[in-house]
Structures are given as structure tokens and as C-alpha cells.
């Protein structure tokens, strides 16, 4: 039997969970940023006619996805969490509808720009800053409510602060003009915001899920590897911005080393679910990742070169960040919408072909044609999530199958 609330609107479900509405907007922006960049890098490697941005075509796929595609998800998942956490009531409906408005139109506006409106990228990134404004006034006041201190919450919301300069920064070229401008911008989005959110969000959840599901287990989180965590990625972090790409391998050991001894610590031994085992097989690009940037930033240092291209930055947001998407939001969907915590078939799938455009990725970098080798990864976002993401769309706009609210 379902509730009464099965005679919901289907588009009104989405505003019924905080993880619904910001989903269901990162899963369209997946779609509608992956399709922009295919064609475009289509129409430059075979001489088709498509307009050209300004800013960069390179600049403006990076700001999509670090500032409008996957902190929609993160959003979701941390105006979810953040009141579990603490133990707080869940987060009102009014606090968490601008948000996703604010993304999404962001989003919208911003590939609106990039295909000829001009006023688009501009608009984009204000309607974008007015979403991330939202979420971090409703996510602040959650910290001070508490009564501990939930280091996890903190950690991410400080992720979110930096975020928020690096959007600041964005918008700041887009106004100015000024080249270092959108690199700031650029570098916070990926070691100032989303490495210590994943990296956070892991240390917390990982080893707890694991234990719930693997008997025995014993559950090893601690504080010191997310403390840590942080000052190696600020150096990394202040070294590009500083352009000391001959030293960046200096914070990068240590990154590697604390995230290499995470996995071996919280891999699961014996039987386990694949919902859980592809979780671990996502982490495990993260010291992989590390390792590509080592050997760029020795190279650079012995020889002044970058022989590796944008292959490490392509291991860390497709292998990690792609990966663990899906393996996280498929745990979460199952989970908040009353089914069962198992892997579907198209989420296997979507898995393991973003694996695989994760490697042809890194392939393109060293390859004699890598445009080709670039429109190639593009597409296979769509190939690999497009039947995962419908799949999401139609739990997001449904009740729970348990008939319980949320």
C-alpha cells in the first residue's frame, strides 16, 4: 500500500527531499554538459561549423563541471546529511528549492551562453552564486546548532567556502577579463572543493557502510587522515596557483600515501554486495590519480615537460569523481526511495563504462589524434549514463515504493 502521497504531482515529487531536487538537477546537467562538450570537441576535431565561446571552450567545460554539475549532487547529498549528522531536524523545503532553481538555471544559461546567447555565461554564474548562496546559508546556521562538533560537516562546509571563491573568481573574469582569474578558478574547483569533499564525505561513510554490511569488520576512520588531508591539498593546491608544477610532487607523496593506506585499511574482505565493492574500486583511482600527477610534476622538474598532459586531473574527475558518483548515488537512491541496497543492472553498467572513458581519457593525452580521442570520452559519458540517469529520473519523480514520505 502507498500513502497519500502517491496522488502527488509527479514534477512536485522532486521538491519532497533535499536529495531528489538536487539530483534529479545534477543528473539533467550530466546530460546537458556532456552533450555541449561532445559536439563541440565533434565540430573542432572534423572542421564543423559550432559557435565558439567566449571564455575558452576548455575554461567553460571546467567551470560547468566543477561548479554546476557535480555540487548539484553535493548539495543533495549535504542538505541531506548534514541534519543526520547532527542530529538535527531535516532541512525545510523553502531552504533547499532555491538551490537546485539556482543550479540548474545556472547550468541552463550558462550552455545557453556557450551556443551563442551571449548575456548566458554571465547570467549563468550569478544565477549559479545565488544557488550557492542559498545552500551555504542554510548549511552554516546547522553548524552552530549542533551540540558537538561534527567534524566531517565542518570539513565539507569549508570545501563549500572555498568553492565559493573559486565561483567568486570566476565571475570575476568573466568581468575583468583577467586569464588568472579563471586558473584560480579552475584549481580551487578541483583540490580547493570537490577533492576534500570526496575525500571527507569517504573518511565518514565508506568504513561505516562497510561495517553494516561485512561481519566482521572493523571500522578504522581516523581523525588524523582527514586532518591530514587537508594541508597536503592547500600545498598542492597554493603550488599550481603559484605555478610550482616542479614541486607539487612534494604533497602529492604524502596525498598518495594517505589515500593508498585508506584503501588497503578499509577495502572489505569476504563477501560483500557489488553496491558496496564499487565504491572501494572508485576510491581506488584517487591514489592512482596521485601517482599520475608525481610523475608529471618529476617530469617537469628533471625535464620541462608535462608528458602526461591532463591525465592526472582526468584520473581524479572521471576515475574518482565519476566513479564514486555513481556508486554513491545509486546507494542513496536505492536507499531514500525505499528499495533494496543492490547494484541495478544499468547502474553496473554505467559504472564500469565510466571506468572505461575515465582510461580512453588518459589514453588521449598520449595519443597521436587526441581530439579524436578526446570527442571519443565525451560521447562515452553519454553512451555510459544516459540509461542509469533515465532510470533516476523516473524514482525522482515517483513516490517511495515503500509508501513512506520523503
Known amino acids: 500500500m502507498h500513502s497519500t502521497a502517491d496522488s502527488t504531482p509527479r514534477a512536485a515529487q522532486l521538491f519532497a527531499a533535499p536529495h531528489r531536487l538536487l539530483f534529479f538537477v545534477g543528473a539533467s546537467n550530466v546530460l546537458l554538459a556532456m552533450a555541449w562538450w561532445a559536439a563541440w570537441l565533434g565540430a573542432a576535431r572534423f572542421g564543423a561549423a559550432m559557435p565558439s565561446p567566449r571564455p575558452y571552450a576548455g575554461w567553460l567545460h571546467a567551470f ?98 572555498v568553492g565559493l571563491v573559486g565561483l567568486l573568481a570566476w565571475i570575476g573574469f568573466l568581468l575583468t577579463g583577467s586569464p588568472m582569474s579563471a586558473y584560480a578558478a579552475i584549481k580551487l574547483g578541483g583540490f580547493g572543493l570537490l577533492l576534500p569533499l570526496y575525500w571527507t564525505v569517504a573518511h565518514r561513510m565508506f568504513p561505516f557502510f562497510a561495517g553494516a554490511v561485512v561481519k566482521p569488520y572493523a571500522v578504522w576512520r581516523p581523525m588524523w587522515l582527514l586532518a591530514a588531508m587537508w594541508p597536503a591539498v592547500l600545498l598542492h593546491l597554493g603550488l599550481e596557483l603559484m605555478h610550482a608544477y616542479a614541486w607539487t610532487w612534494l604533497p602529492d607523496f604524502a596525498l598518495l600515501a594517505l589515500s593508498a593506506t585508506a584503501l588497503v585499511r578499509w577495502w572489505p574482505r569476504g563477501r560483500k554486495p557489488f553496491i558496496l565493492t564499487a565504491l572501494f574500486l572508485g576510491y581506488a583511482w584517487l591514489p592512482v590519480a596521485f601517482a599520475l600527477y608525481i610523475v608529471q610534476s618529476l617530469a617537469y622538474l628533471l625535464q620541462g615537460v608535462f608528458p602526461l598532459g591532463r591525465a592526472p586531473a582526468h584520473a581524479l574527475f572521471i576515475g574518482f569523481f565519476g566513479s564514486v558518483l555513481i556508486a554513491m548515488v545509486t546507494r542513496v537512491t536505492q536507499g531514500h526511495s525505499g528499495r533494496p541496497l543492490s547494484m541495478p543492472p544499468v547502474a553496473v553498467y554505467a559504472f564500469a563504462a565510466i571506468n572505461m572513458v575515465a582510461v580512453v581519457r588518459i589514453v588521449a593525452e598520449v595519443s597521436r589524434d587526441p581530439m579524436l580521442w578526446q570527442t571519443l570520452a565525451a560521447a562515452g559519458w553519454l553512451v555510459a549514463l544516459t540509461p542509469w540517469i533515465l532510470r533516476l529520473g523516473r524514482i525522482y519523480l515517483a513516490p517511495r515504493v515503500d509508501g513512506k514520505a520523503g
Open 64 to 161: 560547468v563541471m566543477q561548479y554546476q554539475m557535480l555540487p548539484s549532487f553535493v548539495f543533495g547529498f549535504l542538505l541531506t546529511t548534514f541534519p543526520r549528522w547532527m542530529g538535527l531536524p531535516d532541512v525545510d523545503r523553502w531552504r533547499y528549492a532555491p538551490v537546485g532553481v539556482g543550479l540548474f538555471g545556472g547550468q541552463l544559461a550558462t550552455l545557453l551562453g556557450a551556443i551563442g546567447w551571449d548575456a548566458g555565461i554571465v547570467v549563468g554564474a550569478f544565477m549559479t552564486l545565488a544557488g550557492w548562496l542559498a545552500g551555504i546559508a542554510t548549511l552554516a546556521p546547522l553548524l552552530w546548532r549542533e551540540k558537538g562538533t561534527t567534524w566531517h560537516a565542518r570539513s565539507c562546509f569549508a570545501a563549500l567556502v
